[in-house]
């Protein structure tokens, strides 16, 4: 009986350290789930006086989930907080931002900044008229926004990606509970899946990791039950 207890206690401290190894992902797991966000600060990159991709940010208390600003004409301000609904891509403007997303943090792993950039500008000009008449302020020469845009609608327009590859990502839109002030939330874009870190990686499901930790304590089960046969008289 003393091994069986001992090995059903290292399975179960086993799967509830698995579990609690498994970071929650950012829209809790369900489209439509209330979040509460804030700003915590913003990386190297920048256009102009304004900060570039990524913006880090704090969901439910978990800090430093990368994601992308598409609201070129709201200000907010590091430190500021507010609730938030986390929502599925689902038009063709979403869909393009999540493409030029995807393509700044390929940007970035390669050290391509001015890239990155054009990525930036281009997710901005998607849902602001002011963005599209503004002259972006000088950054390093790259691709461009307007060429980054086209690549952007093209693929999007072609089905070069299929549908599983919008299901990759979520917008984070604004819903009450702001700062008064000049200071108005913006639109966010994040991977469903994010971990802190600049550049989100996807984890293990939690459904995959409980039915580990059952085999587990199957097998403990299973090695209890042999013990006690084979201690049986007769046997």
């Known amino acids: 009986m003393k091994k069986f207890n001992v090995g059903l206690a290292l399975a179960a ?16 797991e ?8 804030e700003l915590t ?3 190297s990159l920048s256009i102009g006086s304004d ?3 990524p913006y880090y940010m704090s969901v439910d208390g978990s800090a430093n989930i990368s994601m992308m600003c598409v609201s070129y004409d709201n200000d907010i301000s590091r430190g500021e907080s507010w609730i938030a ?4 891509i689902t038009t063709t403007l979403q869909k393009e931002a999540a493409w030029l997303f995807n393509d700044d943090n390929v940007s970035i792993a390669a050290g391509n900044d001015a890239q990155a950039n054009d990525d930036q500008w281009a997710a901005w000009e998607i ?18 926004a307007a060429a980054q845009l086209a690549a952007a609608q093209a693929a999007v327009a072609t ?3 299929p549908a599983s590859f919008y299901q990759q990502f979520v917008i984070i839109v604004p819903q009450w509970g702001w700062p008064a002030g000049d200071d108005v939330p913006q639109n966010f874009l994040a991977y469903a899946d994010s971990q802190p870190g600049p550049i989100p990686a996807i984890s293990p499901e939690p459904s ?15 090695l209890y039950r042999r013990n006690k046969l084979l201690k049986t008289p007769g046997r």
């Open 13 to 28: 401290v086993a799967l509830l350290s698995l579990l609690s190894l498994c970071p929650l992902n950012v829209h809790a």
């Open 159 to 161: 089905n070069s990606e």
């Open 127 to 144: 849902f602001s008229v002011n963005a599209q008449n503004a002259t972006p302020p000088s950054y390093p020469p790259g691709p461009g």
């Open 30 to 37: 369900t489209i439509g789930a209330i979040v509460n966000i």
């Open 208 to 222: 995959s990791l409980v039915l580990f930790g059952t085999g587990m304590l199957g097998t403990a089960a299973f």
């Open 85 to 88: 609904q986390v929502q599925a």
């Open 51 to 53: 900060a570039a991709y």
């Open 41 to 43: 600060g913003t990386g």
